[in-house]
């Protein structure tokens, strides 16, 4: 079965450090991943993807993450943190022999940067 | 473009009471989703369409029915509420492809008493 699964329920990171959310995943086959930043009383918004190609995605707002397959991961990095970076972050996984809209969400890590 | 819309954006309901979350977007996105998102459980998916007219059930669809029969809108059914059912729900909606990101609204808050 697809799963994620992201092991930090909070980050906390002072303001100007680098930060690492941290996400695994298992599927039967390649994975599409995800990640969705979600700001206090908002919906998700979409930060970045890794589909195909470089192991090495960069996404919105400074931020970028890396897909593992051996280790089955997709960390999440900044080299430099805001404090309006806090909010809460999703992982999520598709499974690309599924021919459906089936996304898994992890249950979510909020990170809290501080000044 | 308005996105992704849902209304109400908060709704208290008694426990046995139907009502129906409104979903819709104008992008014309053929996919299309709601999840609900629980404490400490992240977002689970409850119904999506492919299209007008096609729905299919997600992981946890019991209690919730929907319909699609335009590409526009995609309504969510409570038939008769539950405290269990007491969530935030989130729409969302994709172009048709392979890895697309989705586009979620903004979501409603419902309480179930």
């Known amino acids: 079965a697809q799963s994620v699964a992201q092991p930090e329920d909070q980050v906390n990171v002072a303001e100007g450090n680098p930060l690492t959310v941290k996400c695994t995943y298992s599927v039967s086959g390649n994975p599409y991943l995800f990640w969705y930043v979600q700001y206090p009383n908002r919906g998700l918004q979409f930060l970045l993807k890794y589909i195909t190609g470089d192991n090495l995605v960069k996404g919105s707002y400074g931020f970028e993450a890396e897909f593992n397959k051996s280790q089955t991961s997709f960390h999440l990095k900044k080299p430099s943190a805001l404090v309006s970076d806090s909010a809460l972050y999703f992982c999520a996984v598709r499974d690309i022999h599924y021919n459906t809209d089936k996304l898994i969400f992890g249950t979510g890590t909020r990170l809290q940067v501080f000044p | 473009n308005a996105g992704v819309t849902q209304t109400p954006k908060f709704q208290v309901l008694k426990t046995g009471q139907s009502m129906t979350l409104q979903c819709a977007q104008d992008m014309n996105h053929e996919y299309m989703s709601w999840y609900r998102q629980d404490p400490g459980m992240g977002l689970r998916l409850i119904h999506y369409s492919v299209g007008a007219g096609i729905t299919d059930q997600g992981e946890v669809p019991n209690g919730y029915n929907v319909s699609r029969s335009t590409t526009e809108d995609f309504p969510l059914r409570l038939l008769s509420a539950a405290p269990s059912q007491t969530s935030v729900y989130f729409c969302?909606?994709?172009?048709?492809?392979?890895?697309?990101?989705?586009?979620f609204g903004p979501g409603t808050r419902l309480t179930v008493t």
């Open positions: 969302a909606s994709r172009p048709p492809g392979t890895g697309i990101e989705q586009y």
